[in-house]
């Protein structure tokens, strides 16, 4: 079946079987963490979900359409949450911190506990189909902030470079966990690239002042 984001689902008898559907595949994504993606059956992930056999086939005929709408389900999450929370803030640089932080928190709230061990192969292709479009969910977040940041330094920024080292940067904490500490460290980062831009702009005019 196709998964359709909850906005579209319209009406309560439509609203209701987008809830059953939800259920099952928050269900199938804890299941995972316990058999992994080949061990599973349909049956554990009723079991998981909560949901009787005849709901779940009621929607997905085999394992194969449940895993397609897990990986589904969490990248159209990723996308719709990100662009919900950049259109929340108006200011270039609250807009960076807010995408930057739900990036991070999602990366981590989004990823079951040891799913590298139990199924490390599912999870890496599912990182690898979907990183063009989450490096696309967070260019077009982040470009009003990055309008914002040229502007002030009246350098151009190479953003398809710069939007990709944030996703590989982040997508790295599944393999290696991110501590305390790097995570204040990347939820920093707008900052930290403000103060560049003002530091840079400030050291042009500086520049310029000094050679008139």
């Given at each position: 079946?196709?998964?359709?984001?909850?906005?579209?689902?319209?009406?309560?008898?439509?609203?209701?079987?987008?809830?059953?559907?939800?259920?099952?595949?928050?269900?199938?994504?804890?299941?995972?963490?316990?058999?992994?993606?080949?061990?599973?059956?349909?049956?554990?992930?009723?079991?998981?979900?909560?949901?009787?056999?005849?709901?779940?086939?009621?929607?997905?005929?085999?394992?194969?359409?449940?895993?397609?709408?897990?990986?589904?389900?969490?990248?159209?999450?990723?996308?719709?949450?990100?662009?919900?929370?950049?259109?929340?803030?108006?200011?270039?640089?609250?807009?960076?911190?807010?995408?930057?932080?739900?990036?991070?928190?999602?990366?981590?709230?989004?990823?079951?506990?040891?799913?590298f061990e139990v199924e490390?192969?599912?999870?890496?292709?599912?990182?690898?189909?979907?990183?063009?479009?989450?490096?696309?969910?967070?260019?077009?977040?982040?470009?009003?902030?990055?309008?914002?940041?040229?502007?002030?330094?009246?350098?151009?920024?190479?953003?398809?470079?710069?939007?990709?080292?944030?996703?590989?940067?982040?997508?790295?904490?599944?393999?290696?966990p991110a501590d305390e500490?790097?995570?204040?460290?990347?939820?920093?980062?707008?900052?930290?690239?403000?103060?560049?831009?003002?530091?840079?702009?400030?050291?042009?005019?500086?520049?310029?002042?000094?050679?008139?």
């Amino acid at each position: 079946m196709k998964l359709l984001p909850q906005g579209e689902w319209g009406g309560t008898a439509v609203g209701e079987q987008f809830a059953s559907v939800q259920k099952i595949l928050e269900g199938t994504l804890r299941a995972i963490q316990t058999v992994g993606a080949r061990r599973l059956s349909m049956r554990d992930i009723s079991d998981a979900s909560g949901v009787s056999r005849g709901t779940l086939y009621r929607y997905f005929a085999s394992k194969e359409e449940v895993l397609a709408a897990v990986s589904e389900y969490v990248c159209a999450s990723f996308e719709q949450g990100i662009s919900e929370v950049a259109d929340a803030h108006e200011e270039p640089m609250e807009r960076f911190r807010a995408v930057m932080k739900f990036f991070a928190h999602f990366t981590i709230d989004r990823t079951p506990d040891r799913i590298f061990e139990v199924e490390p192969a599912f999870h890496l292709d599912f990182l690898r189909a979907h990183f063009q479009r989450h490096k696309v969910a967070v260019r077009e977040a982040l470009e009003p902030s990055l309008d914002y940041l040229e502007s002030r330094t009246q350098t151009p920024i190479n953003r398809e470079v710069f939007i990709e080292t944030l996703v590989r940067l982040q997508l790295s904490t599944l393999v290696i966990p991110a501590d305390e500490n790097w995570m204040q460290c990347w939820n920093e980062s707008p900052e930290h690239l403000l103060q560049w831009a003002l530091h840079t702009v400030g050291y042009q005019a500086g520049t310029k002042e000094r050679m008139n």
